[in-house]
């Protein structure tokens, strides 16, 4: 099976920054698309920025401009630089990936998720 695992939530004043950090570990044998989720209380899970292994990236127009997603192939880890934040951006911020575990499943896999809150 395949974990993830983030880190870098927290509460952080508007116009602020966080960096949000996923990795992946366990049995893997690829990794193909990585990706974060946002979840606000009461609202559906929305994507907020993908990634390819190639790093084509693909973004929210929500996040666009503020937001930088990232990832290090070798260390099986996916980043989130968030800039300028708004409290519409508080949320719990969720890790994504689509991945072939050593067991041959290719599905997707999430993380456990981050909170992150952005005070007004």
């Known amino acids: 099976q395949v974990q993830l695992v983030e880190s870098g939530g927290g509460l952080v004043q508007a116009g602020g920054s966080l960096r949000l950090s996923c990795a992946a570990s366990?049995?893997?044998?690829?990794?193909?698309?990585m990706g974060w989720y946002r979840q606000a209380p009461g609202k559906q899970r929305d994507l907020v920025a993908i990634i390819t292994t190639s790093g084509t990236t693909n973004y929210a127009d929500s996040v666009k401009g503020r937001f930088t997603i990232s990832r290090d192939n070798a260390k099986n880890t996916v980043y989130l630089q968030m800039n300028s934040l708004k409290p519409e951006d508080t949320a719990v911020y969720y890790c994504?990936?689509?991945?072939?575990?050593?067991?041959?499943?290719?599905?997707?896999?999430w993380g456990q998720g981050t909170q992150v809150t952005v005070s007004s």
């Open positions: 994504n990936a689509d991945a072939l575990s050593g067991e041959g499943l290719y599905r997707h896999y």
């Open positions: 366990g049995s893997i044998f690829s990794i193909n698309r």
